[in-house]
């Protein structure tokens, strides 16, 4: 085991001398003000559920659980969750009052507690609770009240409980069984405590048996009273214990205001660090340091062996008077619980160097402009105070020059100066503001330069640089540059009157790059390169084309080692204007920039840029290109910088000045990307629009998530956690919904995403972050989104309807060829019975009157013969209307012989020639019954007058298919103008309504004898 050894005394009689001595030593570390990056508090003001904070967890996925004396709060960085004995809470909790230090993460994602003296389990996969049942007598159950719990090296628990004057310490397992491990005297409740080692021990402090130590089977060593102190008149022997990460055990003793560390060599502990009151409470972090708290004070022991007193730096955040708890999670951040809040800060070593920040004051001393001379003295502006201040070697102390006293003018010396210049030449600091102003080093002499003052503005800063060539650079118009030569105290304006812009621009910034051209900043017009003589070769802008700038206020310029130029705007972010001229690369605070305001840019090695804003301050990975950022909680002045205010000196240091002091450091210590852990999802929201109701889901999201939506779920929303708490709210967000997104979306800081009316399907959500200081997240986050359509939209719905369709009309199909098929039985038995029982009888009735002819008297036989006529005539239109609605005669065929058979039996008797042609014809076609009747009919009615009424010999009958028509005609050869007798008769009307019935046209001609020409669709 690792051994710290600075402040162990060889035994408790030399600590006795030496005691005092080593405490005063370190009066002067716990007086000294060390400042830590910045403390922040959470309060019941954000949220926290009650002020009295008594325990600290962090879960698998980096959820922050806090327990308190009203119930447990969990938390995502943004939104605390409450967990108490309410039965209207739907984050039911079987306990309220948490007991100080007794929230216990269990490897299977349980969290046990101690709340109202029960024993409490959470499970954080569904956040469901419940209570250890208490069973006294039953050697495999909870024997009372618990008072302690810790966790063992295996993930056993082991747990302290109490019942009539007697303590009971159990072992619990996986095995959902307690054992019975030792029982222990008391007399007082609350004097217990548990520690375990990474050995599989435990130790138990009690206050009648002192420190007892159990082996991993239970097995009991000896017990020690390393301490003891009065307590209502009767001596106790408890006292805490603490094990560090490398498995040393210290004690904090009652009796003694110090902490004690075992030596394994004597096997008694030793006095390790005296402090001014009893500690309570010990953590060893990742950086190697020891913090510990005292009932009301919090101190750090680095490595090297400082200690220091962080006390006056949480209190100037938060008032406390008891300090519960220390934890460190995941991301290095130290959380401190006290009775009135969280605080929390990192436990990272010191970043910067600061000089002259003002603790009191957000804008305390604001800093102007840097320069160094040739002994590496690093000079810069206090404009707040007025004053040049100087740090000897560049690294302080901070030595404030004296200057005359004197006002040059209405105006304080300094006022409106921005930039600082040395000159060797004669050891001067050179400055500008409606004068061009030298101090002489050597005495602090100051001398106002006259031969500038037709260059300056009165009113206004005037940008000053010093050229390669040792002039000086400076104006406050673009026409108005002018270069002052220091030996020969000579002025002259850069622009000839010829060349001079006919619109100038003010000016903010100046800088020479390695091809000693000008890159001039201005304040709304953009970036201008110019060569020595005042020339301009290009003009960036926002709206110059092809290469444009986002904004036109430029505030810093800069060249990397490749010679591209670097501008800071003034909301418009860092552009990258290429060496070869081909295009602008801007990146913004959506790329990982601190903030779209740069104010500063100083390049470092050949593959960085450190870049300084108005909301922290940046490192740019010119061959990855991401950001690292840095904050007031990294331990700088303050977040916002000022422009003009940074400098890289002869030694490699780095400074950057700002609203609130100067922060120096060296770049070689501070780079490297830490990954951070995974995000995970924090809540999901889903709103029922059929039900009006809004479920939310907070717990029980496997990796990858997976999340179902209903038809009637109108919209959803997606919150999601980063698990680093050193400033959630400037963490940045990118999303990515495949399927319907093409790319990533910038989020910002908004740790969440809704959707309206997603259509349904399957969609891939990914989700990707970084903490403020641009530090990625391990892994994205993938959400697999699954939106369920609407029944009726289903594919299986679709398949069953389309088959319950086909089978409809299946089924009517077969019932319309049942209905043909039995109206074509019954025309057929129909046409059957008709031939043959009334035809049979109009027959016999036809013959029985031709018998009584032949007997009849002669005036009877007149009237037989016309009984004879008239059966024969109803016989042969019977059979007209059998052979019309027998079924076995539907064919067009049938249509066409029927015709040219009743044209014989009627025309040939008549003395009447005919001729039938028949054109193309389906002739297997079946017609329908309507239009075969109506046809025929239609055919013998023609027919028929033609037979009573022509005065010809010859009938044409023509009938078949033309293209897409059917024509069927009847012509005589009667006389060309003979008029046939009028009848009065309905033969040509019928025909005319029959042609309408199946949709055809009928034409009668009658100038040329009789003709009928009638027209329809094709059949």
């Known amino acids: 085991m690792r051994r710290r050894t600075p402040l162990l005394l060889p035994d408790k009689g030399l600590f006795l001398w030496w005691g005092p001595l080593i405490w005063f030593s370190w009066v002067p570390c716990l007086l000294f003000g060390q400042t830590l990056g910045r403390v922040d508090a959470l309060t019941a003001d954000q949220g926290l559920s009650f002020r009295d904070v008594t325990g600290i967890v962090q879960d698998d996925w980096g959820m922050m659980w806090f327990g308190t004396k009203q119930g447990l709060d969990r938390y995502d960085g943004h939104r605390f969750t409450s967990f108490n004995d309410d039965p209207g809470n739907p984050n039911f909790l079987p306990g309220k009052e948490i007991l100080e230090g007794s929230l216990i993460l269990r490897p299977d994602s349980s969290l046990w507690m101690i709340a109202d003296g029960r024993l409490c389990v959470l499970d954080l996969r569904n956040y469901r609770s419940r209570t250890i049942p208490v069973r006294p007598g039953d050697p495999c159950s909870l024997q009372g009240k618990a008072v302690a719990i810790d966790q063992g090296k295996y993930g056993e628990l082991w747990i302290v409980s109490q019942r009539e004057g007697q303590q009971f310490l159990q072992e619990y397992r996986a095995d959902s069984c307690f054992a019975l491990v030792d029982t222990l005297q008391t007399r007082y409740q609350g004097f217990v405590s548990l520690a375990t080692d990474t050995l599989g021990n435990v130790w138990c402090s009690s206050e009648v048996e002192g420190l007892s130590l159990y082996g991993p089977q239970g097995r009991k060593l000896p017990a020690m009273r390393p301490d003891s102190f009065e307590w209502y008149g009767r001596q106790l022997f408890f006292t805490l214990s603490f094990i560090d990460r490398n498995n040393e055990h210290f004690l904090f003793p009652k009796s003694r205001n ?85 605080l929390k800060m990192p436990v990272k070593r010191e970043l910067f160097q600061t000089y002259l920040q003002d603790d009191q004051a957000g804008w305390g001393h604001a800093i102007r402009g840097f320069t160094e001379d040739a002994a590496g003295n690093v000079y810069f502006i206090c404009e707040s105070g007025g004053s040049i201040y100087r740090l000897p070697g560049g690294h302080g102390p901070a030595e404030k020059l004296e200057l005359p006293g004197q006002q040059l003018g209405r105006f304080g010396v300094l006022e409106h100066v921005r930039n600082l210049v040395y000159q060797a030449e004669g050891e001067y600091l050179y400055m500008a503001n409606h004068h061009l102003m030298r101090v002489r080093l050597a005495d602090g002499h100051l001398e106002k330069l006259e031969a500038m003052d037709a260059f300056l503005n009165p009113v206004l800063p005037n940008p000053l640089i010093s050229l390669s060539d040792g002039r000086l650079l400076m104006g406050y118009e673009l026409n108005k540059l002018a270069c002052y030569d220091p030996v020969a105290d000579r002025a002259e304006a850069l622009f000839p009157e010829s060349k001079r812009q006919e619109r100038s621009a003010e000016t903010k910034c100046l800088f020479e790059d390695s091809q000693q051209k000008l890159w001039i900043g201005t304040v709304d017009q953009g ?37 591209n130029i670097w501008a800071g705007t003034f909301g418009g972010g860092l552009h990258c204007i290429r060496r070869e001229g081909d295009r602008i690369d801007v990146f913004q605070k959506k790329d990982g920039l601190c903030d779209d305001n ?15 804003t108005y909301e922290g301050l940046s490192c740019f990975d010119l061959q990855t290109q991401q950001f690292q950022n840095y904050f007031a909680e990294d331990g700088l002045t303050h977040d916002e910088f000022n422009y003009t205010a940074y400098f890289r000196s002869c030694q490699g240091a780095y400074y950057f000045g700002g609203l609130n002091g100067v922060n120096a450091f060296r770049p070689e210590q501070m780079l490297g990307q830490e990954l951070n852990p995974p995000l995970c999802l924090a809540r999901l929201l889903k709103y029922d629009q059929r039900r009006d109701s809004l479920s939310i889901r907070s717990s029980g999201f496997s990796q990858p998530a997976k999340v179902q939506l209903g038809p009637h779920d109108s919209y959803f929303q997606l919150e999601w956690m980063l698990p680093n708490f050193l400033k959630p709210s400037n963490n ?105 029982d009334v035809g049979s009888l109009l027959s016999g009735l036809a013959m029985q009157a031709e018998m009584m002819e032949l007997e009849a008297s002669p005036r009877d036989k007149q009237k037989l013969r016309d009984l004879s006529d008239l059966a024969r005539q ?24 029927r015709m040219r058979e009743f044209a014989e039996e009627v025309l040939l008797p008549g003395d009447f020639t005919f001729e039938f042609q028949v054109g193309e014809l389906p002739g297997q076609k079946k017609l329908p019954v309507e239009v075969r009747q109506h046809l025929y009919l239609i055919f013998k009615e023609a027919i028929n007058n033609i ?40 033969g040509l009307a019928n025909m005319r309504m029959r042609a309408g019935k199946i949709g055809a046209t009928l034409e009668i001609d009658r100038d040329t004898g009789f003709e009928v020409r009638l027209r329809r669709k094709a059949l």
């Open 258 to 342: 110090e902490v004690q560390r075992f030596d394994d060599r004597t096997g008694t502990f030793q006095t390790f660090l005296p402090l001014p009151s009893v500690v309570y409470h010990g953590l060893h972090d990742s950086q190697d340091d020891y913090w510990f708290a005292t009932r009301d004070q919090l101190f750090r022991l680095e490595g090297d062996g400082e200690l220091v007193d962080l006390s006056p730096s949480l209190r100037a955040v938060l008032d406390f008077s008891q300090i519960r708890g220390l934890y460190e999670d995941r991301t290095h951040i130290l959380w401190v619980a006290t009775n009135n809040g969280l």
């Open 947 to 986: 037979v009573k009424h022509s005065n010809g010999n010859h009938v044409v009958i023509g009938i078949g298919n033309e293209g897409p028509y059917f024509e069927l005609s009847i012509a005589d050869n009667g006389r060309s103008g003979s008029n046939p007798r009028q009848t009065t008769g309905l």
């Open 527 to 563: 970036l201008y390169c110019l060569d020595r003589n005042g020339a301009i070769e290009a003009h960036y802008t926002t709206s110059s084309r092809p290469l444009r700038l986002w904004n036109d206020h430029i505030l810093a310029i800069a060249e990397d080692q490749a010679g």
């Open 732 to 836: 940045q967000y990118y999303t990515w919904l495949e399927g319907i997104e093409e790319d990533w979306t910038f989020q910002g800081a908004t740790p969440f995403i809704r959707y309206n009316r997603l259509p349904a399907g399957h969609y891939t959500l990914r989700i990707k972050g970084a903490d403020s200081r641009g530090n990625w997240s391990e892994r994205e986050l993938a959400v697999l989104i699954e939106v369920k359509p609407f029944f009726y939209r289903t594919r299986w719905f679709l398949l069953l309807a389309g088959a319950s369709t086909g089978l409809l009309i299946f089924a009517l199909f077969q019932y319309r060829l049942q209905e043909l098929l039995r109206m074509e039985r019954m025309r057929v038995r129909i046409s059957s019975d008709l031939h043959d």
């Open 874 to 897: 109803i016989l042969a239109q019977m059979r007209d209307l059998v052979w019309s609605i027998d079924a076995r005669r539907d064919r067009a065929l049938d249509l066409t012989e």
């Open 598 to 612: 740069v104010v500063g840019i100083l390049p470092y090695d050949d593959h960085y840029l450190w870049i300084s």
